[in-house]
């Protein structure tokens, strides 16, 4: 890891550079952190583009970004992270460049659901939907300018572990283990994608963010009864605001000092609230050896594989 992003800590979206001629992708954008990503990167000349699982959601959205913006570059495409399909198609429907991917989508604490290909809803959404579609841009993103891929991740990933045995929770489930559980996918993909981009002298950076306590509608429209009830006190009482929360991810997506392999997160207390900075994560989720294992399961079964070319090799 390299010095702190800024020497004061307080890196706001006013210090996000120009960024016309760069297109940058964010799923879930239709509200919350993804939102604001897309707006504050459009305010600086990015297109982007937004994605969003419900067409009213995401065309609500897109013309809120631009009642802001009236000059904005911005567009909308369906993607539902929950279906593989949805996401191949979405892939191959995508015929522009893109320099910046947000996975930034993410479901939390629901009952326990499937996905369509039958995989645990929060594990399938959260870390398989973006797996592949990492994978399935990944030559769009190498043709970039300074391209990045900024995979949002949790500090509850710190409570999390890969159930190998039981990735779809029949046997043992619990809403909030299992969103740990995403989480920590999460940075172990992000970590181990940063090794096997630098291996092949890719000129992609694969970089992690979290937006500390940040209140969104995730703590709303996923968990139910008691624990709904609890987050949306906690929401009002202790959460930063999404604002602040984003400025995570903004960094990684648009810092010139902003390196692959960092991870990003607010600079106070627990890292719940804060102006970004850099963090570390959970120990175990450095282990090269579960991320190996985590990445040949996911390939397996998202049926998408990597292609890492070899690095050139230096002439005698």
Do not use: C
């Not at 996975?103 to 939390?108: E, K, S």
């Not at 900075?277 to 991320?291: F, G, M, N, R, Y």
């Amino acid at each position: 890891m390299t010095a702190t992003p800024t020497p004061t800590g307080r890196w706001t979206a006013d210090d996000i550079p120009d960024q016309s001629g760069r297109t940058v992708l964010v799923t879930g954008a239709n509200s919350g952190l993804g939102y604001v990503t897309a707006r504050e990167l459009a305010r600086r000349g990015a297109h982007v583009i937004l994605t969003a699982r419900n067409a009213d959601k995401g065309r609500a959205a897109l013309a809120g970004l631009r009642g802001e913006l009236p000059g904005a570059s911005a567009e909308l495409r369906l993607l539902d992270l929950a279906d593989l399909d949805s996401v191949r198609a979405f892939a191959d429907a995508l015929d522009t460049p893109v320099d910046v991917l947000v996975n930034n989508a993410g479901i939390m604490m629901p009952p326990r659901s499937l996905t369509a290909q039958g995989f645990e809803s929060q594990f399938g959404t959260n870390h398989l939907g973006h797996f592949a579609l990492t994978g399935l841009l990944l030559d769009r993103l190498r043709a970039g300018r300074d391209p990045r891929i900024v995979t949002v991740t949790s500090t509850l990933h710190k409570n999390g572990a890969i159930h190998f045995d039981d990735l779809d929770g029949a046997r043992s489930y619990s809403p909030r283990g299992f969103y740990a559980q995403s989480k920590y996918a999460n940075v172990l993909f992000g970590l181990e994608l940063d090794r096997r981009l630098r291996a092949s002298g890719s000129p992609v950076r694969s970089l992690l963010a979290h937006p500390g306590y940040s209140a969104t509608n995730l703590q709303s429209s996923g968990p139910t009864g008691l624990l709904r009830s609890i987050l949306k006190v906690t929401n009002r009482l202790v959460a930063q605001d999404v604002e602040t929360g984003a400025l995570n991810q903004l960094y990684a997506a648009a810092s010139p000092r902003a390196q692959g392999g960092q991870f990003i997160g607010p600079d106070g207390r627990n890292e719940s609230k804060g102006h970004p900075t850099l963090v570390q994560p959970a120990e175990s989720a450095k282990d090269p050896e579960t991320a190996r294992r985590l990445w040949d399961l996911s390939e397996n079964l998202t049926a998408v594989t990597y292609d890492f070319p070899a690095r050139p090799r230096r002439q005698a």
